[in-house]
């Protein structure tokens, strides 16, 4: 427990308070709000907090646009395809934002193939991609699964019997849907575009990748890395983006434990057969709405075998070369990533398995206070938590490395395992959950101790939720950009994610760079498949807040 | 009020292949307080949400009064239904919930007003009215569930185990608060349940169900004391039942061999059977007599026994007595400075005649 507290302090709590007091104190170390007020006089900042808001929003309603058609649709209806359908849904996590960012330029940028297309066709162009609407654009088709899965979720949860009652009383169609079934989805719906909000106002890499950096994220990053360590307003940004996902955060947990409520009693609702016109209807709606979200892919993939592709609508020559590059002449990203992400994983394992044992199988005081601190990382951006290690663990040796840690891959592996604790703690401890502590104490009353009761009775049973809570730490760790790209020590310490950035700075290199990117998309799929097979059918609560 | 009749006709539904109701024929009359009974799996659940609308027979027909409803969707119905979960909206008071149904049929506002205060307090929730369901007990969220179906003054009451979910003593409160509005309301109610006790105490006519077939419908003392079959026998209260095969037979009588040199007498039910059948006889626990060896209640159906458990249970004591080869279970009834015999004595049991059942064996394990 002390252990835990400790670990957990020194890489999540201290580094976030060494920041926040950086930014409420003066040279003498006095308290002090300057920095605040001058955060809000400069109006490039307040243009920053603006647009991320802004951008933030937009991201929500679209992304809520294009989920809660398809959520009601997978929810309520039965029809062929429907698996095909759940799987395509879930493909937008696979692929890391700004990965896609870069695909989604080939394909809707200024000289992408659809503006040449409408340039030849009505001498028009959309510029879908400039700027904020890139971002937005960008964010949109990566984070609607987080809506669509909760509102799921929060749909197939609502009792059959609510729905049928107000049908007993005279109430159907659009009224049964207004009066009944949104009032008792909407808390999911409400936490999931919450947590859509939190992912879009912390994404540092999609902005960075499309060169817009008037948003908090980046701002922080630039500062930091262009001005320095020493420079006050970083400090700030960050102190604002947190204090964002903070509040975001415990909104989300509010309206989620509120959905609660109306949990199921008897399961399987009203699930009716689509035939005929209404299921070529829903298959064309979605048609349109995956082949909106697959773009970034199938850009991605073409762009990673394409020798020649620039003002043109596909590529004009195909290469193997750049796999050749990146597997063969500069494996080590791939091999990076392995290493650190499965540490990483397994890590967070331990860890997880541990807490969530604390939580629910003793009563020691400071429980909470543990469990609240394992939950932080939800709402620390990347870029703060990076900053705050660069800030405590710069210019001293760390005990055991006979160097600073940040000169270390190890600050690598130790960030992605604090980022993903919470995922892991919560796999784990719904786990744990449910196992019946009957099961454990009938094998003490046979006369296990303590130990041989959670090696044989406990540790069998959780297993799989441990697994899966691995699983899910490894597929996100693999393509974490916001605090790897301040973190990695040396380019050829670098994973995946760093690769692919750094290619992706030079036209030159983007094809290595998707080349890289398919190779992420094909880690993190094998991932999420395996979350699947591990967690079932519940896979999507490792998404929920 | 406006009570109707249901009628319903050769009703079947199937799911897949699967037939989990087939060829039921029932006429509920106006008023009645009908009961389908039977265990988990037997269809009255599915028959109930047929004749809510939640599910639509393959075949037959359903009758409101004369009108043919089996394909009208729920909301045209005007079939009041309480859920098992009493399904209370979470995110509606208590007040809303009642409100519901008026609100859909377009009351004015100041009738609802009335409506909803006259209905919560017949069920006995005055001042309860902005509470949520999660903040009332399982007794009052029934309660909430059962003014906001007859708020809107049902045709037919349907009652899904409506009492399963409360502790065994509120059950029995609510079973005789539940009686008592219907007879008052004078309202046609079907009530779904797999307690027999429920059932025999409040039904005017019961329907016991099995295997999706309805195997006998009757008022609750005939059902207890002429099933007509074995299943019923055994669902409906306790019964011994006893393997024989028919010595002779007169007019009015049968002796029927149940094996170590005992036979049993019993009457009725004669023209059915022919010497040398196999049957079933069921005999209830509280039919049995028992008295001291040699000295019998009755002069024939004498068995000598003996006792191997006795349980105590207050208003009667509970017998296992070792007799005729068997195991036969007998109730007796306690009363002050009654001596009661124990565990280990040996016991005469006799039985009258005319309490024994005689049931034709039958091969075939299924009714489908």
Redesign the interface.
Known sequence: MVALLAVLSAFILYPVLRVLWISVTDDQSNLTLIHFGNFFRRPLFREALWNTLWSGCLVVIFSAMLALPLAYVLARYEFRGKLLLQTAATLPLVIPPFVGAVAMQLILGRSGMVNLLLMDWFDISIPFMEGLNGVVLVQTLHFFPFILLNTVVSLSNIDASLEEMAQNLGCHGFRLFRRVTLPLMLPGFIAGALLTFIRAIDDLGTPLMLNYKNLLAPQAYLRITTIGMDDVDGYVICVVLVGLSMVTLLLARKYLSLAEYATVQRAAPVSRQLQGKSLSLVWLIIAAILGISLLPHIGIVLLSFAKVWSFSLLPSAYTLGHYEEILFRVPHFVINTLLYTLLAAALDIVLGAAIAFLLLRTGLPGRNFLDAIATMPLAIPGVVLAVGYLRVFHGWDFPGLGAPLTSSWVILVVAYTMRRLPYTVRACYAALQQVHIALEESAQNLGANRLRTFVKITLPLISGGLVAGGLIAFVTSCVELASTIMLVPRIELGPISYGIYLYMQSPLGRGAGAALGVVAILLVSVGTYLTHRVFGGRAGNAFRV | MNAAQVRLDNIGKRYGEQWVVRGVNLHIQAGDFFTFLGPSGCGKTTLLRMI???AIPDEGSIRLDDREISRM?????D???V???Y?L???MTVFENVA??LR??KIPRAGIQERVNQALERVDLTGHQSRRP?QLSGGQQQRVALA??LV?QPKVLLLDEPLSNLDAKLRVEMRLELLKLQRDLGLTTIYVTHDQEEALAMSTKIAVMHLGRVIQVDPPRAIYEQPIDMFVAAFVGQANVIEGRIRSRTDDALVVDIGAGNSVQLHGAGATFRTGDLVWLSLRPEAIDMAAPSSATHSNNILQGKITTAAYQGAFVEYEVAAAGRMLKARVANSKGKTLPQRGEEVTLSFAPDTIRCLARRSDAGHL
């Open positions: 809510a609308g939640f969707p729920p909301w045209q119905r079939i009041g239904m859920f098992q979960n399904a909206w979470p995110h519901f149904g859909e049929r999660s906001r179906t809107i």
